[in-house]
């Protein structure tokens, strides 16, 4: 009988080595060839039915088979976020000592709710988010922070604070204001909490993107002479359409005359602050109650991993910590943190392991590097795009985002032909699967988005993009 037949779910030692070196095998080789692969997954539900369809096994299948059938049925059939033609949404770079850290989190099976199962795990969340907190300038000794799954869910913790800290339990009036171009993670946390429609002020954005400052002013002085209570500002630092980081410093002190919580979603542009240029534009964002980024995106690590910060760590654990009688003899003392207490999640993987083992095996300095790469090179796509005479930049280089869209100076098109020719070309060049470039709409044009985050991606890569469009425009 093989070892994977008998009720203990266990292979033979020799099995368990030989599955590991195929795996790591096969994503070694994936990291390393990658680039030679088509980024854009396409399959229909019926393609992957016949596929894959199956009634649930009742007896073993040979280990070998079922790591093939993955590699052979699964895998090819995802996107390749890690692309660097990947220029779509918000690509996820990753970095494999990140993906081997979450290797050995899941192969030792850490749980990382609370300090008692694993003092380590615990330690490692408070070193990597006290990283972090520097990093932003939060208050050193009352800062404090949790990690999620992603910005959503870090959005979702910051909101709940957030409402409990200002309004309690009775928030039938409260209302929060965000912009048009906050992204639709928070309005979902929102609807989630139990607000109503009418509760949720949407604010136009100018020229820039950025908040209107004026029409927030009105909106909140209007909210107040007809009974609303504003409780929460949410700003955006890297808008995931154009990388627009609102008016942080001038937000805040509104905030604080008005006497709201101030979020600040940074899940796309948070790590802008590694590099010079990211610093400047995100000047203010340490006066944030609560902060999201989302390692996930451009501090280059794995799904999943966002994090909340915040300015003072008593808000996470007085809004979530609950003490059941099974979990008492487990409490430990005030300075042993259970994160299950800071956040939603009891039982929780142990994201901060690649965090800390990535940051520690390049330096901080790299990741500097990196990001400072993705702004030059999206500065670089910027002027060559502004060279010629076919394309119009619609939205500058802004935290490694630019939109723009074919528009030759010789032809004549109205906004409708213009609107169907860059959906035409954006069509056909993810299917024809050289590259992930699909459209968003600004000012109501529809425009071309590239999101240059991989520090993989060569002006090489984004060249052979731009010659790619151009002949699908034909
Ligand atoms: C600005 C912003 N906030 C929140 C999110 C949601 O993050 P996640 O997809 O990690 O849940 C995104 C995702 O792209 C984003 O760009």
Redesign the pocket.
Known sequence: MKAQQTARLELSEQEMRDYGYKVVDAIVAHHLNQHKEKPVAQASRAEMDSLLRENVPENATAVDDVFNTVMEKVMPYTNIMSHPKFYS??PGPSNYVSAMADALATGFNVFSGGWAASPAAAELEIVTINWLLNLYGFPKKRGGGIFT???????LTALITARNIKCGDDFSKAVIYLSDQ??S??IKAIRVMGFRKEQIRLIPTDMEFKFSINKLKNAINKDRLEGWKPFCLLA?A???NTGTVDQLTELSEIAKKEDLWFHI?????GAAILSKNGKQLLKGVEKADSL?V?P??WFYQPY?M?CLLVRNHKWLSGTFTEVPEYLKDVEGNKSEINFYDHGIQLTRRFRALKFYMSVKTFGLKAFREAVQYNFDLCEKVESILRKSAKWEVVSPATLAVINFRYHPIDQDLSEEELDALNSKISERVVNSREAMLVTTVLNGQIVLRMCLINPRTTLADVEETIALCEKMAE
């Open positions: 949404f918000v799954s992603g910005g959503s869910m870090a959005n906050a992204h993670s928070n955006s890297g808008t995931t979603d940074g899940a796309y542009g999201t989302d996930h995106k999943e966002g």
